[in-house]
């Protein structure tokens, strides 16, 4: 147990500058500019952090619904970049993978974790376009815009094709998504929403065809989140009419009050709308108690975009209370990220996940 | 029992010193046993636990040479199907530089590991640093970071937060201590950091030196293996946990079962003491033995209480020696490490093992060596009709298996045949009981032989009788009775034979290993990488700029690396060296002639490979072989063979131009150096120093200074053996003493008619000093004799057979003339202080005898 305390460490303070004697590497600043596809579907080693984070539900054959959520995680270290060492520890590529299944009342969810090797071909990723493999596991975006994926969990087996519908959905301002009151708290962010699923899903003895809609965000960055933030609230929507929700804030260590908030809806019609830091609001309905971690978690909230009168008025509901993912024993990290439904005025509007961070403890990043 | 009792404890006042000497000789051959066995025992078990640790859960690991080997066999390990995780590790042994508290000639070596702390986790995890800060989970991965183990940093005197200067080759290297190792051994000192921090900062890019190799669930070993094994380059293998065990017991057998045996030779010793004392005793009490039997003790009664005495003594000196054992064994752990100054496991602080099974062991073998040592004078008085023996005075009947030749031969002609049958098992055994055999028949055969030469030495000198009539009288004496003298000349005989043994052995082997330096020393200077080095080397750079300097005539260059043809067997060294391939000899000291250079086939190597090669590997003369060099399997021939005294596990020679053509390495290792005429070494080495800074971290040295260094480890781990010469030496005086003591009570009558005829009492000492020197002239001559023949069997059977060294035969005379005329001295004196004793109050009351 204790042997594996430092791979937490290790993921909490990745992106820490700590330097004592070497020369640290500079990391690039995140500034405005236009995103070009597909090289920007690929890899930006150069940015401290980056992610590729699939969400999505499925359904049976006897149309029972699940969640899942595959994602690689990208890592530039502080390791002295002068290493020639083929082994030096310059880039790291973590990956995590859920399937939230409502009659097994918790998630399932298994990781991977390794440095990326020059000739190795065991852990590397593409700068060309996404092409991710890490330790058996893989997630690629073929020429024709397909997303496969493959995923060969202890608990479960996930093989997958995500198909785009619809082009991509840039987050902030052509791509350019600011994270708090400083400039370059800031990442590039761009979503693939309404990807239609294809494949199967391997749980226990059983082996299930199943379909569904996913989410796919890609988002690379250098420095995020502020000193005094504690963690944040990121909601990701598929809505039934074909439209898209994507909401999130950031909240403070102190009181939990929003530092920062942004959301962006397409509609069915392809209309898409921008709301700045004082027009989004999460607010808890009911929470969960974690009985593994103690962890209190807002599993319902309202979520409000714009204000007054003209305000959309949301409220999230999960699909299972329990799924939070308790990764102590290995990467550390303790949150909540789960399938929610999409409810207006009481109705379905849509269906996709949130990730509730930093509730256990203050997450830095 | 309970006369019996009252029995010993009256010979137990009577004679408490007497007593004591055996008790002491008992124990200390049951210490010396019991340590080198609990040692070693202690080192294995830390060496494998520290194995394990390092280790961790793999199935397998893969290994190749010490220098490492390319990192891109890592890729193809891990493409195995049946394979899990392969873990890469790089291992440097790093000089610790300004640690805190050692001493000015000491270095201290660090076992540093590099690791990928992803990999590693999962397959051992002990091999993971703990951040000593929680938050710094990065450091695992940094360039500048090392995680300590706690021995190592109490080794050290340092802890997290500080720093550490390393020297790894020529580059001192400064890291951080981010954390301790809390998963390493109580007493493993070693270090962990990232693998890619290792190969920059160590020096190793591109090189790993082992993969721990975890197969999934399931997966058929034997197939992974065969599969992974198929895969890899010449010198990488596949290894099995277990084979380090084995290897490390290699490593260390020889010269721990020839510790063994001298712990039995002092065994031996009490067991003769015991013998010698119990002869004496039974001789003293023959009267009261006389009356117990007619009052109605049978004889095996008798023999019962004899031995039954003789093995109390025995159990108190195993129990005395155990306690000893112990404490020496716990002592020399802390002083010389598990392997007794021997260098066999380097690295290792072994905990004190304490096996009760083997204690208990030793102690009834101490047990047994002195019952059995009571039992022959048991069995004697046993033997003699109690009326005869209460006249006293008697003649003992020892004098009957004067006769007795054939035995004696008979064990000399077995000890012969066994001096020619090979190792068993890579030990000499058949060597060392060869030597058993001769001793003991070379003993049994002296008391009839005696007789023989006294009697013709009698016959001899009988013209001379009337003038001399003392001398002819002592001769006369010899020759009658030489069972009398039989112990006497047992304890001269075989301790002068061990002692003469040993030292010939020594001293030859001394003589060997220092022409042996004087021969491979021919430079004024030597310049080396420093110690624990195992793949540092100098770069070319460096070597350009030494061979530039304008005090230096000539230079040559030697590259020194280890590498495993056997995973089971200690590693071989590999020396490529500046050499006329014409003629080698003038570098290597060749046991034969060398093949020249055009006997070598064409696309063949020529190697000239050191006597262990020839009896470990079968690497004969003329035979063509297979080198793993620079991942290729090289052709090689054995052009010449040679001695070396440094490597007891192997070395292959082969010149430096063919072996940088093979490998394109061009470091290296060592370098011997000729200043030009009017410079002196000295002023070289400091100008190379001031020239090129990157020198400053290489060791130079004067052939002298390695020469002195190196008889210096000699004569250290033959320490223990002048120790027992000692021990042999006391043996020999005590047998004479005992001997003369009984003799002069057994031979009070014929003292008194002597006295009576009016020979005066220093006469009769006269009388009795030539007996003495007579005997112990004769016992030394054969003693020296058979010594010789010991002497032969260690240098020409039992030395190739453990060390695979052969040595020339050089005979310490002056030092064994002192001795001779030390022990003839010694074994007068006592042999007159003991019948002074014995007849000292008179021809009355001599019955109280002692020396």
Redesign the interface.
């Known amino acids: 147990m204790q042997r594996r305390r430092w791979l937490k460490a290790l993921l909490l303070s990745a992106m820490l500058p700590r330097r004592l004697f070497a020369a640290a590497p500079s990391f690039p600043a995140v500034e405005p500019r236009p995103l070009a596809f597909p090289r920007d579907h690929g890899a930006h080693p150069q940015f401290r952090t980056e992610w590729w984070y699939l969400t999505g539900w499925l359904e049976t054959a006897a149309a029972e619904a699940l969640g899942f959520q595959i994602t690689f995680f990208r890592s530039r270290t502080t390791h002295d970049p002068a290493n020639p060492s083929r082994f030096a520890p310059h880039q790291l590529l973590f990956a995590h993978a859920a399937l939230a299944r409502p009659r097994l009342g918790h998630l399932l969810h298994d990781q991977r974790a390794a440095r990326v090797v020059r000739d190795d071909p065991t852990a590397r990723f593409s700068l060309a376009d996404t092409d991710l493999i890490l330790a058996g596991w893989q997630l690629r975006r073929t020429p024709e815009g397909r997303y496969d994926a493959r995923i060969d969990a202890e608990t479960f087996a996930l093989d997958l094709r995500f198909s785009p519908t619809q082009p991509v959905l840039l987050q902030g301002e052509g791509g350019y998504s600011r994270k708090g009151a400083r400039p370059q708290q800031a990442s590039y962010y761009y979503s693939q929403p309404q990807l239609v699923v294809s494949g199967s899903v391997v749980q226990g003895s059983e082996r299930l065809e199943v379909g569904g809609r996913a989410w796919l965000d890609h988002e690379w960055s250098s420095q995020v989140l502020d000193e005094s933030a504690a963690g944040w609230d990121w909601v990701g929507i598929d809505l039934d009419d074909g439209g898209a929700l994507m909401a999130f804030r950031i909240r403070a260590r102190a009181g939990g009050a929003s530092l920062w908030a942004a959301a962006r809806l397409r509609t069915a019609g392809g209309r898409e709308f921008s709301f700045g830091p004082d027009e989004v609001r999460f607010e808890p309905e009911a929470h969960w108690l974690s009985p593994r971690t103690g962890t209190r978690y807002p599993v319902r909230c309202r979520l409000t975009l714009g204000r007054g009168a003209d305000a959309l008025r949301y409220e999230i509901e999960p699909l299972m209370e329990d799924q939070e993912l308790d990764a102590r024993r290995s990467t550390g990290a303790v949150y909540w990220e789960g399938a929610v439904t999409l409810l207006g005025d009481g109705k379905r509007r849509g269906r996709g996940y949130l990730e509730l961070v930093g509730y256990h403890r203050p997450m830095r990043l | 029992m309970k006369l019996g009792f009252w029995l010993a404890l009256g010979e137990l006042r009577a004679h408490p010193g007497r007593l004591l000497v055996a008790l002491a000789a008992i124990a200390i051959g049951v210490a010396l046993g019991l340590a080198v066995q609990l040692i070693n025992a202690s080192a294995a078990a830390e060496f494998s636990q520290a194995v394990r640790a390092t280790t961790g859960q793999a199935d397998f690991e893969i290994r190749g040479p010490r220098g490492g080997f390319d990192?891109?066999v890592?890729?193809r390990v891990?493409?195995d199907p049946a394979v899990a995780v392969a873990s890469?590790m790089v291992e440097v042994d790093a000089r610790v530089l300004d640690a805190a508290d050692a001493g000015p000639n000491e270095t201290r070596i660090l076992k540093l590991i590099g690791i990928?702390?992803?990999?590693a986790?999962q397959v051992t995890?002990?091999l993971?640093?703990?951040?000593a800060d929680?938050?710094?989970?990065?450091?695992?991965?940094?360039?500048?970071?090392l995680f300590l183990s706690p021995a190592a940093q109490a080794w050290l005197g340092v802890s997290p937060g500080q720093t550490l200067r390393l020297q790894s080759g020529l580059e001192a290297v400064?890291l951080?201590i981010a954390g301790g190792l809390?998963?390493a051994r109580p007493r493993q000192r070693i270090a962990t950091l990232?693998?890619?921090?290792a190969?920059?900062r160590l020096a190793r890019?591109?090189l790993l030196t082992r993969i721990a190799v975890r197969l999934k669930s399931g997966s058929e070993v034997t197939a992974a293996k065969a599969r992974i094994t198929a895969s890899l380059p010449a010198g990488v293998f596949v290894a099995a946990p277990e084979d380090a065990d084995v290897r490390a017991s290699n490593l260390s057998r020889a010269y721990r079962v020839n510790l063994d045996v001298l712990a039995l030779v002092a065994l031996f010793t009490g067991a003769f003491l015991v013998f010698s004392t119990q002869t004496l005793a039974v001789a003293r009490r023959r009267g009261e033995f006389a009356l117990l039997r007619t009052l109605g003790w049978p004889a095996s009664r008798l023999i019962a209480y004899l031995v039954t005495e003789g093995a109390t003594l025995g159990l108190a000196g195993g129990l005395l020696g155990a306690i000893s054992g112990i404490a020496v064994a716990r002592f020399a752990l802390e002083l010389l490490g598990g392997d007794l100054g021997g260098g066999y496991f380097a690295g290792i602080v072994p905990e004190l093992v304490v096996d009760t099974p083997v204690i208990i062991g030793f102690v009834l073998l101490g047990t047994f060596a002195a019952a059995a040592g009571s039992l022959a004078p048991a069995l004697e008085i046993a033997r003699t009709a109690p009326a005869q023996a209460l006249k006293g005075g008697a003649e003992s009947g020892r004098g009957g298996t004067v006769g007795r030749h054939g035995p004696g031969i008979a064990l000399l002609g077995i000890g012969a045949v066994l001096t020619q049958l090979p190792p068993i098992d890579g030990l000499p055994i058949a060597g060392y009981l060869a030597i058993v055999c001769w001793l003991i028949g070379g003993i049994g055969l002296m008391p009839g032989l005696a007789g023989r030469v006294f009697s013709l030495c009698a016959r001899w000198l009988e013209p001379l009788a009337a003038r001399r009539p003392l001398a002819f009288l002592s001769l006369q004496r010899l020759a009658a009775a030489p069972g009398q003298a039989g112990i006497a000349l047992a304890g001269v005989v075989a301790s002068f034979a061990l002692m003469v043994a040993m030292a010939i052995m020594v001293g030859s082997f001394r003589d060997s290993v220092d022409r042996w330096l004087g021969r491979v020393l021919a430079a004024p200077l030597y310049v080396r990488v420093p110690a624990g080095g195992n793949s540092a080397f100098v770069p070319p750079e460096t070597l350009a700029a030494i061979a530039a300097q304008p005090g230096l005539e000539r230079f040559e260059w030697l590259r020194i690396q280890q590498l495993d043809l056997d995973p089971r067997r200690p590693p071989v060294t590999l020396m490529a060296r500046t050499l006329d391939k014409r003629d080698p000899g003038r570098r290597i000291p060749l046991t034969g002639a060398a093949l020249p250079p055009e006997a070598v086939a064409e696309g063949s190597v020529p190697v000239w490979v050191s006597e262990a090669m020839v009896d470990l590997y079968g690497w004969s003369p003329g035979s063509r072989q297979r080198l793993p060099l620079a991942g290729r399997a090289v052709d090689v021939t054995v052009a010449g063979v040679w001695r070396d005294f440094a490597r007891q596990h192997g070395t292959v020679t082969m010149a430096l131009d063919d072996y940088r053509r093979l490998t394109g390495d061009e470091g290296i290792t060592d370098g011997a150096l000729w200043p030009r005429a009017g410079i002196t070494p000295a002023e070289l080495a400091a100008a190379i120093q001031r020239a090129t800074p990157a020198t400053r971290h290489l060791d130079f040295a004067e052939p002298g200074e390695i020469r002195a260094a190196s008889l210096r480890i000699f004569d250290r781990s033959f320490a223990v053996t002048y120790l027992l010469e000692g021990v042999a030496i006391v043996i020999g005086l005590a047998g004479i003493g005992a001997s003369f003591s009984a003799q002069a009570l057994a031979r009070a009558r014929e003292f008194g008619m002597l006295r009576h005829l009016g020979m005066t009492r220093r006469e009769l000492l006269r009388l009795l000093g030539f007996e003495a020197g007579g005997l112990t002239l004769f016992g030394i001559a054969s003693g020296g004799a058979l010594g010789l023949a010991i002497a032969l069997v260690l240098i020409h059977v039992v030395n190739p057979q453990s060390f695979h060294w052969n040595m020339d035969l050089a005979v310490p005379w002056r030092l064994l003339g002192a001795v001779t005329a030390l022990l003839l001295a010694a074994a007068v004196g006592t042999a007159l202080l003991a019948t002074r004793q014995a007849t000292g109050t008179g021809p009355v009351r001599a019955v109280r005898e002692d020396w």
């Open positions: 990192d891109r890592l890729e891990a493409a890469p990928d702390p992803f990999r986790a995890p002990a993971l640093g703990v951040p929680e938050g710094d989970g990065l450091a695992l991965l940094a360039d500048d970071a400064t951080r809390p998963g990232d693998i890619g921090a190969q920059w890019l591109g």
